[in-house]
Each structure stands twice: as structure tokens, then as C-alpha cells.
């Protein structure tokens, strides 16, 4: 089983509509949480940390659930700009690194 | 200012032959990390440094991989005897510190292993 588990889509909505992507990571330990995009042939950029009591960042909001070890994405009025990889990343402080789930696409059409 | 330069952007090389990808992290980050991305993949962590020694090198996949770090700053990732399973984007990521969990990541080098 993966550390970190993703639904890969591809998601396709239309402009304005709200879509919503989760994941799921096995280790207990772990400390941070991310969400990043990724462009196609682009790096990783930080889209959002994820915390326990949700943060919001404009249309992005993100969810933590520590006891189901759950993290989820909301992204509200999509624009076809929004068109990318979204990846849930999950940071275990004893080992110093970033431990990517495999990403989920999303397409959003005019 | 700069962030994370990696080089070449593009890498074609033939079975067998050696291979230095080269990160130039952002000035200032004593902590640099290189990943590798397989298609249809999220990037998975080869190696970490710490200054200029490899504090966790538990994800390179076997002994023809090697990193260095030897004055702190730039790194090379050096492959020898490639295979065509080493085809992937490898990314350069670097941070504050290791207890600083932002990572600033590079453009990556795509290498393609003929």
C-alpha cells in the first residue's frame, strides 16, 4: 500500500463548477500536510498547507482529519486556468522529506 | 529572487553511458533534496543533504546513483551505467533548514535513456 493515496482522475468539470479531491496517507507520525499543483512538464509548486481546523485561500480550501488520516481539496468556481495535477503531500518530520501521492488531474472545460 | 536552478533541462543519453545532472539551490537553504518523477507518477525522494553531507540517501535505488554536496551549496546527482528504466524528470528541491518543511522545487531535468 501506497503512504499516500489519491484518486488520479482525470476530473473533468465545466467552468464554475466545485469539485473536490481527497487522499489518504498511512503514517500516523506524520507532522505537515500540502496540497501542491503541477503544470504539465512544470515542477511542483505549493499550492496550500492543510491544517486541522481547515484553511481557506480564496476558492481553495483544505481539510485535515487527523484520526482518519484524511486530507481533502475543495476548489469553488473553477476556472479552466485551474486545469492541472493536484498533489497530496504529506511531510514526516523523523525522516526530513516530502512523501507525494501519485496526483490527481483535473481538466476544466469551457 | 533566483530560485532553484537545475541543469541541463534536457538530458538524451544512450544505455551504459554516466550521467551528472547538476541543482543550484536557493541561496542561503542548507538543506537540498532530489526527487524523481516517473510519468503519471508524484515525485518520489531519492536523497537529502544537510549542509555538504547526505543525511538520508535511503531512496536511491541502487549503488549506480550518487549525490554530492561538497561545499554546501550546488549539487550533482551523478548516474553511472544508465538503464532505460532511469528515464524520468529528477527534481532538485532545497529548504531553510530540514525542520523547515517548505521545499522550493527546480524546473527538473527530464532524462531520456535510449
Known amino acids: 500500500r501506497k503512504e499516500v493515496e489519491q484518486d488520479p482522475g482525470p476530473f473533468n468539470v465545466p467552468e464554475g463548477a466545485t469539485v473536490a479531491f481527497n487522499c489518504t496517507y498511512s503514517n500516523s507520525a506524520s507532522q505537515s500536510f500540502f496540497w501542491y499543483r503541477q503544470d504539465c512538464r512544470k515542477e511542483p509548486k505549493l499550492l496550500m498547507s492543510?491544517?486541522?481546523s481547515g484553511n481557506e485561500d480564496g476558492r481553495f480550501t483544505a481539510q485535515l482529519n487527523r484520526a482518519s488520516q484524511y486530507i481533502s481539496l475543495l476548489i469553488r468556481d473553477s476556472k479552466l486556468s485551474d486545469s492541472a495535477t493536484y498533489l497530496c503531500v504529506v511531510f514526516s518530520g523523523g525522516y526530513n522529506k516530502l512523501i507525494f501521492g501519485a496526483g490527481t488531474r483535473l481538466a476544466v472545460h469551457p | 529572487g533566483a530560485g532553484v536552478s537545475q541543469t541541463p533541462s534536457n538530458k538524451v543519453t544512450e544505455k551504459g553511458k554516466y550521467v551528472e545532472l547538476r541543482c543550484d539551490p536557493i541561496s542561503g537553504h542548507t538543506a537540498l533534496y532530489w526527487y524523481r518523477q516517473s510519468l503519471g507518477q508524484g515525485p518520489e525522494f531519492l536523497i537529502y543533504f544537510q549542509g555538504t553531507g547526505a543525511a538520508d540517501d535511503s531512496g536511491l535505488p541502487n549503488d549506480r546513483f550518487f549525490a554530492v554536496r561538497p561545499e554546501g551549496s550546488v549539487s550533482t546527482l551523478k548516474i553511472q551505467r544508465t538503464e532505460r528504466g532511469d528515464s524520468a524528470v529528477y527534481l532538485c528541491a532545497s529548504s531553510l533548514s530540514v525542520s523547515t518543511d517548505t521545499q522550493y522545487f527546480g524546473p527538473g531535468t527530464r532524462l531520456t535513456v535510449l
Open positions: 492543510v491544517y486541522s
